[in-house]
């Protein structure tokens, strides 16, 4: 007689949450998979990341890209986020969204705030994102999966890690006037968030 298989999912609870809102919102890159028009075959890529306000992954790609012409030709796609540190790469946490990637058309307001909050990400990318064949992409998820660790496995349904709420609109109206006069008139108090909260030297 063999014994039931085990079920190493864990049930979501509020640490694995937090745990997964911190990863997607601290990224800076991922490892995106699009489905390969014609071939159906996997192709995957290393794109910048940043977040929309209410926590959803942006990407800034060129229209010249495989991964491109993939995700126009088919919205899946899943994005991995989680950065391995010392060590055995598999111990570090990671999440891997599975997505449907929506291209926002320049001049709207969502892509307005798209390329500012990626450009407040990813300063460098000003070099690039003003040019004609690259574009915006928000990245709806509809559920993720988060490994923690070792024994930590966790499946998330979208509403554990995206912010669906009215205020969220009501803060992206101050979002940017915040930013600056943070930026402006309290740089040593930013400091000091950043060595207690972010841990940097």
């Known amino acids: 007689m063999t014994e039931p298989k085990k079920d190493v999912i864990r049930e979501t609870d509020a640490e694995a949450v937090r745990l997964a809102k911190t990863l997607i919102r601290s990224a800076r890159f991922g490892a995106l998979a699009a489905i390969e028009p014609g071939t159906g075959a996997p192709l995957a890529s290393r794109v910048g990341v940043a977040t929309d306000i209410d926590g959803a ?44 990637a929506l291209r926002l058309e320049r001049g709207t307001a969502d892509q307005i705030r798209a390329e500012r909050r990626y450009l407040n990400r990813n300063p460098k990318a000003k070099l690039y994102a003003g040019l004609g064949d690259f574009s915006f992409f928000r990245l709806e998820p ?59 030297e």
């Open 57 to 100: 992954p942006l990407i800034l790609i060129s229209m010249l890209s495989a991964h491109t012409g993939a995700l126009l030709a088919d919205p899946r796609c899943s994005l991995l986020l989680g950065e391995p540190g010392k060590g055995d790469p598999l111990a570090h946490p990671r999440i891997s969204l599975a997505c449907r």
């Open 142 to 200: 509809e559920r993720a999966s988060l490994n923690g660790g070792f024994g930590k496995a966790f499946l998330l349904d979208r509403g554990d890690f995206i912010t669906d709420d009215a205020l969220v609109e009501e803060f992206a109206g101050g979002e940017q006037a915040a930013l600056d006069h943070m930026n402006a008139d309290h740089r040593d108090a930013l400091a000091l968030y950043a060595r207690h909260f972010g841990r940097a």
